[in-house]
């Protein structure tokens, strides 16, 4: 019949009648500016779904931060923490080590935040206080300062969340930083750069194509997107040296489908693992999300 003919000429060309039917449609919705505007307003309410389900929750608590450190402290005796605000992270590292021998260097550019961070751990000698910015070039930027040492302080200030100032910081490499003081390398470094971790990655690169750096956490967020920066580019950057690349979740890390999420730009961390730390977090995997 003819619709039995209709039906299996669908079937033979596959998809490409429905694809025809959604592309029809789509040109149609994009002549009207109120549906543009909601198809925007769907997409930003997809890419909030897409967060809660790659990290649930901002609260260390429940991001898998805490556990993380657990696992990883004892087998880890340098520490470098970019973007370190007011040393909460430092200070459960801290905390973790004990009276066990270490060393850390923590950067922090915000003059408010140095101020808490001095105060804290000033007197510890197994922690150096740097207070610089670091990205993938030396040189100077504007740094757009949250007051009370707020935690969203960025060189992006339209990133920014709160109210605060303009002031030019200075910018130094991780290389450079580690070379200084005779470093050759770092068991566990931590940046959470505001929407330059990516450019905190470049200018450790050598030490990362060396495999100088046993494990990176770093965190992925809309400020990547208002940077010019790509988590592709991140995954593409730590995958060419040897680095395996996960999301971390409160049970666990996840190899990510970057194919199926592609940029969305929303807070998720993530933890690159070099292989000599593969053993260590073995335990956690959990597959693929």
């Known amino acids: 019949t003819g619709q039995g003919a209709a039906a299996c000429h669908i079937i033979s060309c596959g998809m490409k009648p429905v694809h025809a039917f959604l592309d029809f ?3 149609l919705i994009a002549r009207s500016r ?14 909030c779904v897409i967060k809660y389900h790659l990290a649930e929750s901002p609260d260390v608590s429940e991001t898998g931060e805490v556990w993380l450190r657990a696992l990883l402290a004892p087998h880890c005796t340098s520490f470098v923490d970019v973007g370190a605000n007011v040393g909460d ?17 923590a950067f922090e550019p ?12 000033g007197s510890d000698p197994r922690v150096e206080l740097i207070n610089l910015a670091l990205g993938d070039a030396p040189g100077e930027s504007t740094f757009f300062e949250e007051d009370a040492a707020g935690k969203g302080s960025t060189m992006l200030s339209q990133f920014s969340r709160s109210a605060g100032v303009n002031r030019t910081v200075t910018i130094t490499t991780l290389e450079h930083e580690l070379a200084a003081r005779g470093w050759s390398g770092i068991d566990f470094l931590k940046i959470d750069a505001e929407g330059y971790d990516l450019r905190v990655l470049e200018g450790g690169s050598s030490l990362l194509r060396d495999q100088h750096i046993g494990i990176v956490q770093f965190e992925y967020n809309r400020g990547w997107q208002l940077a010019g920066d790509t988590l592709f580019g991140a ?11 996960y999301v971390l979740k409160r049970d666990g ?6 194919t ?3 940029e969305y730009f929303e807070y998720t961390n993530f933890v690159a693992v070099s292989a000599p730390y593969a053993a260590i977090v073995k335990e956690r995997l959990r597959g693929t999300i």
């Open 25 to 27: 449609n789509q040109r």
């Open 34 to 47: 109120l549906l543009v505007r909601l198809a925007i307003l769907v997409r930003n309410q997809c890419r």
């Open 89 to 105: 992270w430092l200070g459960s590292i801290v905390s973790e080590k004990g009276q066990t021998p270490f060393r850390a260097l």
């Open 110 to 121: 915000s003059s408010s935040a140095f101020q808490a961070l001095s105060a804290r751990f």
């Open 235 to 245: 995954l593409t950057l730590l995958q060419s040296f040897g680095y395996d690349v």
């Open 253 to 258: 890390l996840y190899t990510l489908n970057y």
């Open 260 to 262: 199926l999420y592609e």
